[in-house]
């Protein structure tokens, strides 16, 4: 099943692939079964969707996008978009992620995809992963069917994960704890998982579960695509067993929160279009705040109107970027809500909205001895946070 609404005159289209974890045995496949049951089954889907942020029809919430022909495509096979097994003895479910991105493009290509121009596969947290999976698949698709006009690109929102060491190792029990490359390593077997053949043939055989992680299978792409992703991701901390609950953070914490986001800006700095705020949160394409968010003062639908605008130029002449028109967008601020413009935090326990300084304080930040590891005056490096600099 799909959602989708159409724009007769426009001839760009935006697919989005949803999100939200996935399951990688029957123990912990059964478990989302019972009390995610809508991340399992379409039996309870609504018969209609509101879209929001980059799916919205509002101009005022989704300045480039507000026109386009949208699809939505709901999360139900709980296989971060890849897998291709159909239900049988030894396996109670059937986990159909990159088939099913291949059914919805079939039928849609009889609704119009056939005059279009451009096709931007988006989504975030798993559907984010889903992109960088299968947006060369759906270019060859088209291709095969075709539709050689249609500019095919992939816009992925926090599904950039790192498999780096957890900061307290865990056990692999359930997707929580686990850490990020033992669970794709079981899913992807679980799932019969499949990658893009240009990304498989970079790694031994049974060594494909490098191909979900951004940094890894990215060189490895045709399509332009462009990285969303916070420095301070919420799910990579979980996944890393980093727990910012109520208690202020230990100092080897903090470190390695504050390394994370080292390594993650790294990892991102030879991606063309990026848009990496130093903020802690998850997903953020589909949310209404999300023209708010700024980095360097460049808000993320103008960089993606920049993108768009340097991938039409650059069909004409030679890869020159548009002054005034960033598209490598990263914070270099060293701790998560440097930047102003993040989404507000609110204090866990009391629901109370924090604002940056508050937070810190509430992570355990000593501001005296970060101001003369800085070797600043305290009061200096108080001004520096709250203004994000």
């Known amino acids: 099943s799909y959602y989708l609404k159409e724009s007769k005159g426009s001839r760009r289209w935006l697919l989005f692939l949803e999100g939200g974890w996935y399951c990688f045995n029957r123990e912990n496949c059964d478990t989302r079964y019972d009390t995610m049951r809508r991340l399992m089954s379409s039996r309870e889907w609504p018969a209609t969707r509101v879209g929001t942020g980059i799916l919205s029809s509002q101009p005022e919430e989704n300045p480039h996008w507000w026109n386009a022909n949208m699809v939505f495509i709901p999360y139900c096979s709980s296989d971060v978009w890849s897998g291709a097994s159909s239900k049988s003895e030894k396996n109670e479910y059937a986990f159909m992620g990159a088939l099913i991105i291949q059914e919805v493009i079939k039928e849609l290509v009889g609704k119009g995809l056939s005059t279009a121009k451009v096709l931007l596969l988006a989504g975030s947290s798993a559907g984010g992963t889903g992109v960088l999976l299968n947006v060369d698949r759906v270019a060859e698709q088209l291709e095969e069917m075709g539709y050689q006009g249609i500019q095919v690109r992939g816009l992925a929102d926090s599904g950039w994960f790192l498999d780096n060491k957890q900061y307290r190792r865990t056990d692999c029990i359930d997707t929580i704890t686990c850490a990020p490359t033992e669970a794709i390593r079981r899913g992807i077997r679980y799932w019969n998982g499949i990658v893009p053949k240009r990304c498989k043939l970079q790694f031994?055989?049974?060594?494909?579960?490098?191909?979900?992680?951004?940094?890894?299978?990215?060189?490895?792409?045709?399509?332009?695509?462009?990285?969303?992703?916070?420095?301070?991701?919420?799910?990579?901390?979980?996944?890393?067993?980093?727990h910012?609950?109520?208690?202020p953070v230990q100092e080897g914490q903090w470190l390695y929160i504050q390394n994370l986001g080292r390594e993650l800006r790294n990892t991102l700095k030879d991606v063309t279009a990026s848009?990496?705020?130093?903020?802690?949160?998850?997903?953020?394409?589909?949310?209404?705040?999300?023209?708010?968010?700024?980095?360097?003062?460049?808000?993320?639908?103008?960089?993606?109107?920049?993108?768009?605008?340097?991938?039409?130029?650059?069909?004409?002449?030679?890869?020159?970027?548009?002054?005034?028109?960033?598209?490598?967008?990263?914070?270099?601020?060293?701790?998560?809500?440097?930047?102003?413009?993040?989404?507000?935090?609110?204090?866990?326990?009391?629901?109370?909205?924090?604002?940056?300084?508050?937070?810190?304080?509430?992570?355990?930040?000593?501001?005296?001895?970060?101001?003369?590891?800085?070797?600043?005056?305290?009061?200096?490096?108080?001004?520096?946070?709250?203004?994000?600099?």
């Open 244 to 247: 910012l609950t109520g208690q």
């Open 204 to 242: 031994k055989e049974g060594e494909e579960w490098n191909c979900f992680f951004g940094y890894k299978i990215y060189p490895t792409l045709r399509c332009p695509v462009f990285v969303v992703q916070w420095l301070f991701d919420e799910a990579q901390l979980t996944v890393d067993n980093v």
């Open 275 to 389: 848009f990496a705020p130093a903020c802690l949160s998850h997903e953020i394409i589909t949310r209404n705040h999300w023209t708010d968010i700024q980095v360097k003062g460049t808000s993320l639908p103008r960089a993606l109107h920049c993108w768009d605008r340097s991938l039409h130029e650059s069909n004409k002449n030679g890869k020159v970027p548009l002054k005034g028109c960033p598209i490598h967008l990263i914070d270099s601020c060293p701790w998560p809500h440097c930047n102003p413009s993040c989404p507000t935090i609110r204090d866990q326990f009391t629901g109370q909205e924090m604002n940056v300084i508050q937070f810190l304080m509430h992570m355990g930040f000593d501001v005296q001895k970060m101001a003369q590891q800085q070797g600043l005056e305290p009061s200096k490096l108080l001004g520096m946070l709250s203004s994000g600099n």
